[in-house]
C-alpha cells in the first residue's frame, strides 16, 4: 500500500512543474486524495459493502470536488490535476499513467444496465472540460482535446477534438517532410503548422502545402517535357516569398498561459 502512495506521489512530480515537495503533494493535491479515498471505496465495494463503499465515495466527493462511482476501475499513476467538478461512472475503467483536467466527465449515453463508461487504456490524456460518453475505448497514448465531446472510439495514440469529438489526423513523418521541404523551397516558415496552433488552421496550411506539391511537381515534368523540345521557358525562377511579410503575423500569435 505504501509504495503505491509513493508511486502516486512520484507520478505528481513527473506530470506537474509546480510540485514543489512531498509534503505538500501529499497536503495539498486534492486529486491525489480522491484517488485514495477510491481505492477505500472500491475495496468496499468489491467485498460488498455497497452502501458504505458509496458513504466512502460521497465524503471524497465532498472533501475534493472529485465524484468517483466506488464500481469504477482505476489503474496505477492516475493523475488528476486540479480535478474540480470531475465525474467518473460506475462502469468506468482507466488504465496506468491517464491524466484527466478538472471539469472532465467519463459518462455514459444509456440508462441500461451493464457496461455504459468509457475504456481509458494507458498514457490516456484527457483534456480540461472535455466529455467521453458510452462504453467505449479511447486507445493507448490517446489525447482528447479540452471541452471535446466524444462518444465514438479514439485510436490508440490519436488526438480527438471538437463537438463532436472528431479525430485529427497526423500526418506521417514521410508527408511531414515534403510539406517542410515544398515550404522550404518557396521560402515560406510554415509557421501554422505548429502543435500548438488550432486544428483547422493547421489543416488548412497542411493541405495547401500538399497541393503545393503536387502542382510541384507537375511543372517539373512538364519543364522536363518543354526542355527536351528545345523550349528555354523553364530557365524563369518562382517568385521568392519573403520572411518579414510574415513577421508581423508571428509577432501577433497569442501565447496561452497555463492554468497553475
Known sequence: MFE???EDIQSVFHRDPAARSAFEVLTCYP???AVWLHRLAHALWRHGWKWLA???SNFGRWLTGIEIHPGARIGRRF????GMGIVIGE???IGNDVTLYQGVTLGGTSWNKGKRHPTL???VVVGAGAKVLGPFTVGAGAKIGSNAVVTKAVPAGA???GIPGRIIAKPTDEQEAKRQAIAEKFGFDAYGMGQDMPD???RAIGQLLDHLQAVDDRLEGMCKALTALGSDYCAKSLPQLRDEDFVAIKEEEPTAPRAE
Do not use: K, Q, S, Y
Open 79 to 82: 493523475f488528476i490535476d486540479h
Open 31 to 33: 486529486g491525489l486524495h
Open 159 to 161: 488526438t480527438a477534438v
Open 4 to 6: 503505491r502512495m509513493r
Open 54 to 56: 458509496r458513504v466512502v
Open 91 to 93: 462502469t468506468a475503467e
Open 121 to 123: 487504456e494507458d498514457g
Open 200 to 202: 483547422p488552421v493547421a
